[in-house]
């Protein structure tokens, strides 16, 4: 998703050629002054890889109980033999 605050600027180019020489204009996006490509998205940076490893946490304590579970069903079931 583009920014919105960031604009186009044209650039002016002259291409030299064994007949002579072209200007070629192009239409070029500029990056805004925070990064060298362009503006940052919303979900970059520390926030995002907080939230990341946020996640990583919560499905790796999800996935121990539902196997914690499993393993006390076993359990259980083992004993009415």
Do not use: C, Q
Not at 37 to 47: E, F, H, L, N, V
Not at 68 to 79: D, N, Q, T, V, Y
Request: overall charge positive; cysteine-free.
């Amino acid at each position: 998703m583009a920014d919105p605050t960031t604009t186009a600027t044209v650039t002016t180019a002259t291409v030299t050629t064994a007949v002579g020489a072209t200007a070629v204009t192009a239409a070029v996006p500029t990056g805004a002054a925070d990064t060298a490509t362009g503006p940052k998205t919303m979900d970059a940076g520390k926030w995002a890889n907080k939230r990341v490893y946020l996640r990583l946490v919560i499905y790796t304590a999800g996935i121990h109980v539902f196997a914690g579970f499993i393993m006390l069903l076993f359990e259980l079931g083992s004993r009415n033999r």
